[in-house]
């Protein structure tokens, strides 16, 4: 969609070493494509309703084609965005939808919607940009397309977030761990969050944590696999407590930890606290208590 951040997804791509193309003339996609094994960078192409010659049933195509001609699949990444959130950012950036120059920007965008939701169908991945902020979107979209030994793997994160705040958008299993008891309730506890000592023995000894860790476990022992040969390369796994701060935090930390020791590529991103770790890093608990960001 128009609006939805690809120029924003484009440089984001350009940051892990992608050559990106914008605004590619529809008819020269397939010609890119077959010029791709000269190029020693992975190739990102942007297009959307403006592109010169763009239509959709051209475009899915030109994909049959490429993937048909050089055995290379392309990867769809479908960028999407609330209609409230679309009109807003065009009337804060005075920018005209190229599909209502004499019209409401409302109405560009409904014509848009209908008119590539092919698109959308077909897209192997849809980000929803509404709510998400540039860093946590270019980190979405970077993660989205990590490439290993020549293949795609399945990308794992995992999140922690308050249910006060809302569900994320971007969250594919979502586990309420509300049910946990609660460190808030320990006024010793309540300033620090669940990555550290005092609190993961907080909620280790609840007697419910262990036979539910172990449940989870066996969940998505199998699950995981199954999704990666289904071709999908993103999964993210939420974890939502009341404030975000305590329960899931740990939770995550956890989960992120367990999926590491059996083989995945699991990063961790806790979405309520400001004194956060990058996406991808190391899964111990600090052994001594530090102070977290209020949830």
């Not at 190229?98 to 848009?112: N, Q, S, T, V, W």
């Not at 992120?256 to 004194?275: P, Q, T, V």
């Amino acid at each position: 969609m128009s609006g939805a951040g690809k120029s924003t997804a484009l440089r984001a791509l350009e940051d892990i070493g992608f050559e990106a193309v914008d605004n590619l003339p529809l008819p020269l996609l397939p010609m890119v494509a077959q010029l791709h094994d000269r190029i020693a960078e992975p190739l990102a192409i942007g297009i959307d309703i403006r592109t010169r010659g763009f239509s959709v049933d051209e475009l899915l195509l030109a994909l049959d084609g490429i993937e048909t001609e050089t055995g290379t699949r392309p990867q769809l990444v479908f960028l999407d965005c609330d209609d409230d959130a679309l009109v807003r950012r065009f009337t804060e950036t005075r920018r005209r939808h190229p599909l209502a120059a004499d019209r409401p920007a409302a109405d560009g965008i409904a014509l848009e919607r209908m008119l590539i939701g092919p698109l959308r169908q077909r897209a192997d991945d849809v980000i929803d940009t509404t709510v998400l902020a540039p860093g946590e979107f270019r980190r979405l979209m970077q993660e989205l397309v990590q490439v290993k030994d020549g293949r795609s793997l399945l990308t794992v994160t995992v999140l922690s977030f308050s249910f006060r705040q809302g569900l994320p958008r971007e969250a594919d299993l979502v586990f309420d761990v509300r049910f946990l008891k609660n460190p808030y309730y320990d006024l010793a506890l309540r300033p620090f969050d669940g990555r550290t000592q005092g609190v993961a023995d907080h909620i280790r000894q609840d007697p419910d944590f262990a036979p539910f860790f172990e449940n989870l476990k066996s969940l998505l022992k199998p699950l995981l696999p199954r999704y990666q040969d289904e071709g999908k390369s993103y999964l993210t796994i939420a974890f939502g407590c009341t404030g975000g701060k305590h329960r899931s935090v740990f939770l995550a930390e956890q989960t992120a930890a367990w999926l590491s020791a059996e083989g995945w590529d699991a990063g961790i991103h806790h979405r309520e606290l400001k004194d956060n770790r990058p996406a991808r890093g190391r899964r111990d608990t600090p052994a001594q208590p530090t102070p977290g960001a209020p949830s």
